[in-house]
C-alpha cells in the first residue's frame, strides 16, 4: 500500500487547491471536477471551512479536505446577519488562513501550483498572485447566467431594471428574455448589496488563467462562444459522478461530500415497488424556503394528482406541511401514493427507472442532473439563478414545462397538477419527453473519451503541467 501511495505521490502532475462557496450547490460540482483532475494525475485538496467539515454527515471521498476559516467556525453561515455580510467576513478571515494552508502544504512534498476558487470567493485571486500560482475561476452555474451578470457588470442592463424593461436582450443570446426570466437578483431593488457580489465575480476576472464553467459546450454553443471572444472560458461538466455518464472512473456513485444525511434505502426500496416512469420526483434543493401558502398548494396538488411522489422535504420545511399531511399519506400507502422524505440520494432516485418527472427550484446541479439522466421536468423557480435556467429548460432545450405564479405570487395547485399531468402523460408533453432522452446521450458523449468537457479537461492539465 505505501508503495503505491509513494507512486501516486511521486506521480502527480501538480497540485490544485480547490476553494467552493460552503454550500451544497457549489461544492458538489467542485467536488466532481476535482475527481476528473484526480483521474488525470493532478492532485487536489479541497479546502473548505472549519464549522462544514466538523458538520459534514457524509464524507467519503478520495480527496484530501483540508480546513479554513470563514470567521464563523462555531455556527457557520446561518450565523451571519446577510449573505454580504458572511462573504465580506470570509474575505477578511479567509484570505489568512488560506494562505497559511499553502504555506503548510508547500511543506508535504507537493506544493500548490493552482487555485481553482468560486468567484463568490474572487479574493482567492489575490493570494494566488501572492504565491506566484496560477488561478481558475470555477463558475458553478451555466454560461447564460454568467453572461447576465456580466452583462450588468458592464452597465448593459441596469439595476434595477425600469418599467418598460419587459424584454431584455443580451448580446450573446439571441432568445429575448422576460424580466420574470432573468435572476432574482436583477430584478429585486432589495437585492441591490446582492447583485453587486455577483457582479464582483467579474471585477479580477481578467486576472485569472481560466474561466470553468459548469456546463457543456453543445448545452449553450451560442452564449459560450460568444463569452470566449472575453474569457479564456472552458465548460467542464456536467459534474456528476462518472458512473452515470462515462462510467471511466471506478466506484464514482455518490457525490461523497454532504451537509444532510440522505435516506436512502427507504427511497430506493419505495421506488423499487413503482411501476416504470410512474413517479413524480419532487425537490426544492438545499437553501429554497417556500411560503406556507405555496407548501400547502404544493401538498394539495400532489394528493390531487393521480401520481405517485417521493418529495423531499427539509426538516426546516417540514412545519409548512398541511396538518396531519404526512400521518395521512401514510394512511393512504396502501396503494403507494406518496414518501416525504428529508433528504435522498437524488442522483440515485433521478436513475431510477420509476421516476417519470421532475418537480423542481431549478437549481443549476438539480438542472443538470435531470438533463444527464434523462428525467423532464415542470419547474418552479424560487430565486437566484433559478428563472433563467427554468426559461432555458423551457425554451432552449424543450425539456420541461415552468408552473407559472399568479400575481400574489403563489403557484396554484390546479396550475401544477396540468403541469404534471402534460409532462407525464400527454401527448403534448411528447416532445419533451423524448427531447430529455436525447440531452441524457449528449451529456454522457461530452464527459466521455473526445467528448467536448472531456477535452476541455485534458487541454487544462496539460496546460496546468506546462506552465506551473
Ligand atoms: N440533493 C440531494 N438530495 C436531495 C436534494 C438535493 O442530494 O434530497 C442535491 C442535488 O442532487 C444537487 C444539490 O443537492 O446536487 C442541490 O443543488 P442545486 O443547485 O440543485 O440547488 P441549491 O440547493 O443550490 O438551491
Given at each position: 500500500f505505501h508503495e503505491l501511495e509513494k507512486e501516486m505521490t511521486t506521480s502527480h502532475k501538480a497540485h490544485c487547491l480547490i476553494l467552493p462557496y460552503p454550500v451544497q450547490g457549489h461544492i458538489n460540482p467542485m467536488l466532481q471536477f476535482s475527481k476528473r483532475l484526480q483521474s488525470k494525475r493532478v492532485k487536489i485538496t479541497i479546502a473548505t471551512t472549519k464549522y462544514l467539515l466538523k458538520n459534514m454527515k457524509e464524507l467519503t471521498t478520495s480527496v484530501s479536505i483540508e480546513a479554513i476559516s470563514d470567521g464563523y467556525d462555531d455556527g457557520g453561515r446561518d450565523q451571519a446577519e446577510s449573505f454580504v455580510a458572511y462573504v465580506t467576513r470570509f474575505k477578511e478571515v479567509g484570505s489568512d488562513t488560506l494562505s497559511q494552508l499553502i504555506q503548510k502544504l508547500a511543506n508535504s512534498g507537493c506544493p500548490v501550483n493552482c487555485i481553482v476558487y468560486d468567484p463568490y470567493l474572487n479574493w482567492a485571486v489575490e493570494v494566488a498572485k501572492k504565491f506566484g500560482l496560477v488561478s481558475a475561476a470555477f463558475f458553478t452555474q451555466n454560461c447564460v447566467v454568467d453572461n447576465i451578470y456580466y452583462h450588468v457588470h458592464k452597465g448593459v442592463i441596469k439595476f434595477p431594471p425600469t418599467q418598460n424593461d419587459k424584454e431584455i436582450i443580451i448580446p450573446g443570446f439571441s432568445s429575448p428574455i422576460d424580466a420574470s426570466d432573468v435572476p432574482s437578483f436583477v430584478i429585486s431593488p432589495e437585492a441591490e448589496r446582492i447583485i453587486e457580489m455577483m457582479v464582483n465575480q467579474f471585477s479580477n476576472l481578467d486576472k485569472v488563467d481560466w474561466v470553468l464553467i459548469n456546463s457543456f459546450y453543445e448545452l449553450e454553443k451560442e452564449v459560450i462562444d460568444w463569452m470566449s471572444k472575453i474569457y479564456p472560458i472552458k465548460t467542464i461538466g456536467p459534474t456528476i459522478p462518472s458512473m452515470y455518464l462515462d462510467k471511466r472512473l471506478h466506484d464514482d456513485k455518490e457525490y461523497g461530500l454532504s451537509i444532510f444525511k440522505p435516506m436512502t434505502n427507504e427511497c430506493l426500496n419505495w421506488l423499487n415497488h413503482q411501476p416504470i416512469s410512474s413517479v413524480l420526483y419532487v425537490s426544492f434543493g438545499s437553501l429554497a424556503k417556500l411560503e406556507t401558502e405555496q407548501m400547502e398548494e404544493l401538498a394539495w396538488?400532489?394528493?390531487?394528482?393521480?401520481?405517485?411522489?417521493?418529495?423531499?422535504?427539509?426538516?426546516?420545511?417540514?412545519?409548512?406541511?398541511?396538518?396531519?399531511?404526512?400521518?395521512?399519506?401514510?394512511?393512504?400507502?396502501?396503494?403507494?401514493?406518496?414518501?416525504?422524505?428529508?433528504?435522498?440520494?437524488?442522483?440515485?432516485?433521478?436513475?431510477?427507472?420509476?421516476?417519470?418527472c421532475f418537480l423542481t427550484h431549478c437549481g443549476w446541479n438539480s438542472t443538470l442532473e435531470a438533463i444527464s439522466l434523462g428525467v423532464p421536468m415542470v419547474t418552479m423557480p424560487q430565486w437566484t439563478d433559478q428563472p433563467t435556467n427554468a426559461k432555458l429548460v423551457k425554451d432552449v432545450w424543450e425539456i420541461g414545462v415552468r408552473a407559472?405564479?399568479?400575481?400574489?405570487?403563489?403557484?396554484?395547485?390546479?396550475?401544477?397538477?396540468?403541469?404534471?399531468?402534460?409532462?407525464?402523460?400527454?401527448?403534448?408533453?411528447?416532445?419533451?419527453r423524448e427531447n430529455a432522452k436525447k440531452w441524457k446521450e449528449m451529456a454522457r458523449n461530452v464527459a466521455d473519451e473526445g467528448g467536448s468537457s472531456d477535452k476541455n479537461i485534458e487541454e487544462f492539465v496539460s496546460k496546468l503541467v506546462t506552465i506551473s
Open positions: 396538488s400532489l394528493k390531487n394528482s393521480n401520481k405517485s411522489f417521493l418529495w423531499v422535504v427539509r426538516s426546516t420545511e417540514e412545519s409548512k406541511l398541511p396538518k396531519n399531511f404526512i400521518e395521512e399519506l401514510k394512511l393512504t400507502s396502501g396503494n403507494n401514493k406518496g414518501l416525504v422524505v428529508s433528504w435522498c440520494p437524488q442522483l440515485q432516485v433521478l436513475e431510477h427507472e420509476s421516476i417519470g407559472k405564479q399568479d400575481e400574489k405570487g403563489i403557484v396554484r395547485r390546479e396550475i401544477i397538477e396540468e403541469c404534471i399531468k402534460l409532462v407525464m402523460e400527454e401527448e403534448e408533453g411528447k416532445l419533451i
